[in-house]
């Protein structure tokens, strides 16, 4: 596997980053998880935005420009000649130690890999299992809403769930309240009303999440942005979960109970045949 660090390609053995790298040190960077689906990059732009709405928020003085990693991501692409797979850009604010002031250090630092990850088709037909994890996420925390590489609380609860034999956990806010998923956005479906936590209630805002959002607007389904409680996800008729690898999936059971009927629910299916079909759209396109 061949890796992009800093515009220059390298064998997986020889990508190097220093052991002053701020990414590794602090967890000082930010990461996008692309999937690609012929060889393409889905919703690039969309990613990129976020890369840098992102970095501005965590007050980084210089990011290369988005035709550089446009580039990388094409060359990470082709390099490893992926058809349909998954694709990382991380990017660090570069190297230097925990005293120097943020304003100074304007030499970040990214890299990129990409391999072929067919996607499950089960996953769409039977869904996955949750738990109902820590109430960790802080809606205040200047980090919340991105995606940093501080990603330790939600390794360590995905952990819990694997554990527990089940596939995600359903991260919490410090005031119990329902957040998002470990490496997903969280939808509830009762009524044929679509719920999903708020964007100041601390989730990461997802790409697909919102797609879901818009989608559903077009399909003439209502959507609600709100606070949600645990509870509410027993009283769910659907619960699905969404990210960028994936697409939408549907999630059956949580906490040993079984969500509506236990199966995907009608909701959830018609949005995940709008994701596939959106993928097919934007595979037509050039990169
Ligand atoms: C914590 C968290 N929330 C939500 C998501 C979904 O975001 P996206 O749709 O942009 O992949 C992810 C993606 O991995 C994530 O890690």
Sequence with gaps: ????????????????????????????????????????????????????????????????????????????????????????????????????????LDQPCYWVEARELPLKTNLYDQGIRAIVSYPICNPLSPTSGTKSLQFLDNIMARDDAEKKGVQEAILRTVEGDLCEGASSNLFLVRDGVIRTPALNRGPLPGIVRAWVIQTAHQLGLTVEESRLEPEELHQADEVFLTNSSLGVFPCVQVNGQSVGHGVPGPVTCR??????????EQTKASF
């Design 1 to 104: 596997m061949k890796w992009i660090v800093n515009g220059e390609v390298y064998e997986e053995q020889e990508a190097r980053i220093s052991s002053r790298n701020r990414g590794a040190l602090f967890g000082d960077g930010l990461f996008e998880t692309f999937r690609v689906e012929k060889g393409i990059p889905l919703f690039l732009n969309e990613h990129l935005v976020r890369l840098v709405q992102s970095a501005e928020k965590l007050r980084f003085t210089h990011i290369p420009d988005e035709q550089e990693f446009k580039r990388a991501i094409r060359e990470a692409i082709r390099w490893n000649q992926v058809k349909s797979g998954y694709l990382r850009l991380t990017l660090t604010r570069g190297n230097g130690g925990f005293a120097v002031p943020l304003k100074q």
């Design 271 to 280: 949005l995940i045949r709008a994701w596939k079909e959106a993928v097919m």
